[in-house]
C-alpha cells in the first residue's frame, strides 16, 4: 500500500470511528462502536495496524506516526464518551422514583400532654366534662372558700406568688371546684386541667410551674365508696393491673382525705429506685368534698356530698416514661419528645 493511500485511510477511519463513538447514546452503543474501531480482533485501527506491514520502508515512520495519532485520539474519545454515558446512567438513579422519599420530621406530643390526654378520655367515657379556670386567681378561690385557715402555711409568701396589685397564681386547681360549683347545678362530674404555679426551686422532682388534674363530682348521695370505686378503676384503666392502696391524709377542703397510691409497675411491689424502695407510687390525693367547701360555693351541704382529686400529670409522666429529671420535661428537646412518642404506653392498659 501507499503511504497517500495509507494516510488517506488513517483519515476515514478516524473520522467514521469518531462519528460513531459521539453518536452513541448508551453504554451498549458505545461498546458495540469500540468493537468497530478499537476491537482488537476485527476492529479497524487494528486492520490499519496490520495494513502497515505492506507500506514501503521508507514510508513506515511516516504511516507509524499516523496510525499512533488515530488510535490515540479514538481512544480518548472512547474515554471521555464512556465517562458521559456513566453519568447520565447515575443522573437517572437519582431519579429512581421506587427510592423511599426522604423522612419528613413531624414532631410529636409532649409528653405530659399525651398523660393529660389520655386521663381526659378515661374520665370521659365515665361521664366527666372538662373545665376549666383561670390561673390568675382570687385569695378566696384558691384558698377561703376551699377551708384553709387564714394562717395556713401555704398562704405564706414562701410558698405562693402573689400578684403585684391583688390576687395571686393558683397553687392548685382546686380553686375551680368552686366556680364550678357556683356556676352549675348537680349532679356534676368535672375533670379539670390547668397551670398551677408555686414558689418551689426548679430542681430535679420540682418545678415551679407545673400541670394538675382535678376531679370533683358531686350530688346527692354520693359517698366515699364512689370515690374508691371510680379512682380504682381510673388506675386500672391507666396503669394496668395495678394493685392500688388508700392512705389517710389531710386537705383543708375534704374530710376524710386519702392519697392513693399505685403498685409499682417496675417491680411489681418489691421496692426498687423508682419506688424508692416502697412498693408503691404516690398518684393523687382525694377525699370526700368538705361540707364548708360546699356551703361556700352556696350548696347546700345537708342535701349534696361529693369527692375529689388532684393529681400532678408531670409525676406521672417521669414514673411512666422512666423520666429520671422532671426539667427534662421543660426542656422541649425535639429529640426527647420524638423518642417518648414513639415509645408507646409502655406501663399502659391499652
Ligand atoms: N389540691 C390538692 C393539691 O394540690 C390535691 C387535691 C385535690 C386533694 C382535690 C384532694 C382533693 O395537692
Not at 375534704?254 to 412498693?279: F, H, L, R, Y
Not at 416514661?321 to 399502659?348: C, T, V
Request: aromatic share 8%; glycine share 10%.
Amino acid at each position: 500500500m501507499e503511504l497517500h493511500e495509507y494516510l488517506r485511510t488513517a483519515d476515514e477511519i478516524e473520522r467514521d470511528g469518531a462519528a460513531a463513538l459521539a453518536a452513541a447514546a448508551d453504554a451498549d452503543a458505545l461498546e458495540a462502536a469500540r468493537i468497530a474501531f478499537l476491537g482488537d480482533r476485527s476492529g479497524r485501527i487494528k486492520a490499519l495496524q496490520e495494513s502497515l506491514k505492506s507500506i514501503p520502508k521508507e514510508s513506515k515512520p511516516a504511516a507509524g506516526k499516523r496510525f499512533n495519532e488515530a488510535r490515540t485520539r479514538l481512544e480518548a474519545l472512547l474515554a471521555e464518551r464512556k465517562s458521559a454515558v456513566d453519568r447520565a446512567a447515575g443522573a437517572g438513579a437519582a431519579e429512581d422514583l421506587t427510592l423511599p422519599a426522604r423522612r419528613q420530621w413531624e414532631g410529636a406530643k409532649h409528653p405530659v400532654t399525651l398523660v393529660i390526654e389520655e386521663i381526659e378520655g378515661i374520665f370521659r367515657e365515665l361521664g366527666f366534662t372538662i373545665a376549666v379556670g383561670p390561673e390568675a386567681e382570687t385569695e378566696w378561690y384558691n384558698f377561703g372558700a376551699l377551708n384553709f385557715p387564714p394562717n395556713h402555711p401555704a398562704l405564706d409568701a414562701h410558698d405562693t406568688m402573689y400578684l403585684e396589685r391583688e390576687g395571686l397564681l393558683r397553687t392548685h386547681t382546686s380553686p375551680v371546684q368552686v366556680r364550678t360549683l357556683q356556676r352549675f347545678a348537680p349532679p356534676i362530674r368535672v375533670l379539670i386541667p390547668g397551670k398551677v404555679y408555686r414558689r418551689d426551686p426548679f430542681d430535679a422532682s420540682h418545678a415551679p410551674a407545673f400541670e394538675q388534674i382535678e376531679g370533683l363530682c358531686v350530688d346527692e348521695g354520693i359517698s366515699f365508696v364512689d370515690l374508691k370505686a371510680t379512682l380504682n378503676l381510673f388506675a386500672k384503666r391507666f396503669f394496668g393491673a395495678s394493685r392500688t392502696r388508700f392512705r389517710p391524709s389531710f386537705f383543708p377542703f375534704t374530710e376524710p382525705s386519702a392519697e392513693m397510691d399505685v403498685q409499682c409497675g417496675i417491680c411489681g411491689g418489691a421496692g426498687c429506685a423508682a419506688c424508692k424502695g416502697t412498693g408503691w407510687i404516690e398518684i393523687l390525693g382525694s377525699g370526700m368534698v368538705h361540707p364548708s367547701v360546699l356551703e361556700a360555693a352556696g350548696l347546700d351541704s345537708e342535701r349534696y356530698t361529693g369527692w375529689a382529686f388532684g393529681m400532678g400529670p408531670a409525676r406521672i409522666a417521669i414514673s411512666r416514661y422512666k423520666i429520671p429529671d422532671i426539667r427534662i420535661l421543660y426542656d422541649s428537646d425535639a429529640r426527647f419528645l420524638e423518642q417518648i412518642a414513639g415509645a408507646g404506653h409502655p406501663g399502659g392498659a391499652r
